[in-house]
């Protein structure tokens, strides 16, 4: 599977690290050349034997007692993937901000190759806003994440920042030195909150940001898919995708329905307006002696129309931001608009849904399974979307 991919491990000081032993064994055992990197800190968790004896050539830890005088930039520049696991709160942050102090960081800054970051840690610190916000500047820099479990942690507590299976770690490096996995897929994106004219000057909209839209596109990118994007918001285009300027739910829907049958899956992460207004102005609205009274009209639910116009075989994922109920609201709309996934966000909760880097979803299926992703990256998100997109094409 692996065969001929060169892929540096590094490890770094969590107690995690002995898990690495068994992702080294399994990454060398499906054909790779593993290289393992320890830093100072990994070396008090396990002993550079284990590593050496397992991986493909003897264990690195610093930049100044190798033979080769530059062994970041060999490492970096001859690498097909890096992996890092487990990646402790300390690497997340020193690789996010550009740091190269030792000699693990200095690979990572060197490298051109696709990296991915498995992080361990406590609840509390997984959840604290800098590791979080690290990881996201590290996600939109293209860094992959697979993100920990929720499960018991060293000194018997339980919650989110078990490392990931390292089965589950080895799959997704796999995933990442193969053609990818949407390669051959045509996938639609809507992201952002649309936008309804009052005047030729105010607007009503809602507060989604478009980050999750947007991280949907680019790792279905990153994954080998075809992406058009049809967007409310003007973020950085992701590299690569078709992008399609909208402004409100009449736009988004006269840019999507002809269109539809085109694409294996349609992600409808866009906010779309219920209400518009009935009959807008044509000239700015002026201050007078009484407060205007706006009439709104409802807007045209087109997901119910691509529901029931879906080819054969499309994948048809929507999402449902709620403020209550949100599971049962969430399976109610699956069922009412004919869709293959819903994903449901509770957007009250911290940390969750609009605005933020950071996310926390419900993923249901038409067949009744429900997958949750503990708060994590929009980009780890996209990926469990994705994943659930692949599952719902092949069921
Ligand atoms: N949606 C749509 N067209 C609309 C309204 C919503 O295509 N006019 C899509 C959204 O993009 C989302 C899904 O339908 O993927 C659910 O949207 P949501 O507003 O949560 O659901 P509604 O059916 O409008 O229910 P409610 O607002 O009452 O919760």
Redesign the pocket.
Known sequence: MLQGKRIVLGVTGGIAAYKAVEVCRRLVDAGAHVSPVLTEGAERFVGRTTFSALGSEPVRTSLFDDPDPIPHTHLGQQADLVVVCPATARLIGSYAAGISDDLLTATLLATRAPVLVCPAMHTEMWEHPAVQENLATLARRGVHVVPPEEGRLAGGDVGAGRLADPAVIVEAAVRLLGPGDLAGWKILV?AGGTREAIDPVRVITNRSSGKQGYALAEQALRRGAEVTLVTTVGLRPPAGAEVVAVAS?ADMEAAIVPRAAEFDAII?A?????FRVASPADHKIKKGATVPVIELAP?????VDLGRAKPVGQVLV????ETENVLD?AAA?LER?HLDLIVANDVAAPGVGFEHDTNAVTILTADGTRRSVALTTKHAVADAVLDAVIAARTR
Not at 270 to 274: E, M, P, R
Not at 299 to 303: A, I, N, R, V
Not at 318 to 321: C, L, P, S, T
């Open positions: 809507s739910a409808m866009a906010a779309v307006a219920d807007t045209h639910d087109f997901l929507g999402f449902a931001a609201n709309k608009k």
